[in-house]
């Protein structure tokens, strides 16, 4: 499985942005697709999850009613729509995908097997 993370850029706090996530290769053995990411200095942290059949999401306390993650089965593409960003969203953010026989929560990073190569983010004040 090959994932191409893409979207990131420079936004003014307060506003919006939308990173896609185009999922290749054999997505059929994959049971859901997360967001992470690091901010400079820091570890890498869990940002938002979807089950592949995109009936369950998840999501960090952080970014609860501000980001919303979708996907397009027909794309095999996940969305991360990121609103009202503040500066401390400021990251490179990680989409990966997690194999079918993976278990435990979803904001677990060693349970995503494949990973993007990441986008930048930087929200400026």
């Known amino acids: 499985v090959q994932l191409q993370a893409s979207g990131g850029g420079l936004v003014q706090a307060g506003g919006s942005l939308r990173l896609s996530c185009a999922a290749s290769?054999?997505?059929?053995?994959?049971?859901?697709m997360g967001w992470f990411r690091q901010a400079p200095g820091k570890y890498r942290e869990f940002v938002a999850a979807?089950?592949?059949?995109?009936?369950?999401?998840y999501y960090a306390d952080s970014v609860k009613g501000r980001f919303t993650v979708s996907r397009d089965n027909a794309k095999n593409t996940v969305y991360l729509q990121m609103n009202s960003l503040k500066t401390e969203d400021t990251a490179v953010y990680y989409c990966?995908?997690?194999?079918?026989?993976?278990?435990?929560?979803?904001?677990?990073?060693?349970?995503?097997?494949?990973w993007g190569q990441g986008t930048l983010v930087t929200v400026s004040s």
């Open positions: 990966a995908a997690r194999p079918q026989d993976s278990s435990g929560p979803y904001y677990y990073q060693r349970g995503y097997t494949y």
């Open positions: 979807i089950t592949w059949s995109g009936g369950s999401s």
């Open positions: 290769g054999r997505t059929s053995s994959l049971n859901g």
